[in-house]
């Protein structure tokens, strides 16, 4: 049970391994792209590759959608980044239950965007947990997690791909040593919530130190994409680090290097509006940046 890019590496995991996977849960076609039309989810996409049958109900609350999920006779639900809610008669339903892929080490993060809250925060590390699913939003007992370093660069986008494929690695480990693996309370002590992002978080604040500055950029990448004014333009700034060297807040100091409310960013990818992201140092061969941003 899975809909985004996230998802497909579990799927394939699953089946490289040997196991049934009888039917793909995933979120309906949505309208998309200029023609605004129907699109399929990745996981459907791939489902289809794979010969395994798809559903895609809008909810799971109806008692039809509910005794045809159960007709299924399935020994176990995997389910990672599925985006609709499980009410107790789909997770009552298999006879093991229900496992989530969470991309957080459990309970910090629970929720929408644990990946981007990471990185905006400044953790130094994330993981993934797999997670015995219960009625509250991430709060059941893990049986494996694996734990990951996050770098001062790291994008959302590239923890994203690291983490699906060790939620894959590790859902096929539970899986084929389930009896032994004993699930384990999750502790009631740093408990966070990764709230879900908002587009209106994305523009960057320069008088803010130049750390969070950053960590903001980077953890926005690729999406939404955190967004700054240059001369009337929306341009996005991909990747970043921070750096020393001090100026008013938005003052170019060269080499698409910002100032902030202290120290600065470099500025190592980039997006004008309509174009491809781009280094630094391709950006600035076509656009002179002004003074100052502000």
């Not at 130094?124 to 797999?130: A, L, Q, R, S």
């Not at 290097?257 to 140092?281: D, F, H, N, T, Y």
């Amino acid at each position: 049970m899975g809909t985004p890019d996230f998802a497909v590496q579990p799927l394939e995991a699953l089946v490289n391994s040997g196991h049934e996977v009888t039917c793909a849960y995933t979120q309906p076609p949505r309208p998309a792209g200029r023609g605004k039309n129907d699109r399929k989810s990745p996981v459907h996409i791939h489902a289809d590759a794979l010969g395994i049958p798809v559903r895609h109900p809008k909810s799971l609350r109806s008692e039809q959608e509910q005794s045809g999920f159960a007709s299924l006779d399935a020994d176990i639900a995997v389910v990672v980044a599925y985006g609709l809610i499980l009410p107790q008669p789909i997770l009552d339903a298999p006879r093991l239950g229900c496992l989530n892929i969470h991309a957080s080490l459990l309970p910090r993060w629970r929720g929408a965007a644990p990946i981007h809250r990471a990185i905006m925060a400044g953790d130094d590390e994330t993981g993934v947990c797999i997670m015995q699913m219960e009625a509250g939003l991430d709060t059941g007992p893990v049986l494996l997690r694996g734990k990951m370093p996050i770098s001062d660069t790291d994008t959302t986008g590239d923890l994203h791909d690291r983490l699906s494929k060790l939620g894959a690695e590790l859902v096929v480990d539970v899986l084929g040593r389930l009896p032994e693996c004993k699930p384990q309370p999750q502790a009631s002590e740093g408990v966070t919530y990764a709230e879900k992002i908002e587009k209106a978080e994305a523009r960057i604040d320069w008088t803010r130190p130049a750390l969070e500055v950053a960590r903001h950029i980077n953890g926005l990448s690729p999406f939404p994409g955190a967004w700054t004014d240059i001369q009337g333009e929306r341009v996005k700034i991909l990747r970043a680090k921070p750096e020393a060297d001090s100026a008013s807040p938005g003052t170019h100091l060269g080499e698409f290097r910002i100032a902030c409310g202290s120290g600065s960013v470099a500025v190592l990818e980039a997006q004008r509006q309509g174009k491809r992201p781009m280094s630094a140092s391709d950006f600035l061969r076509g656009t002179a940046l002004p003074d100052n941003l502000f």
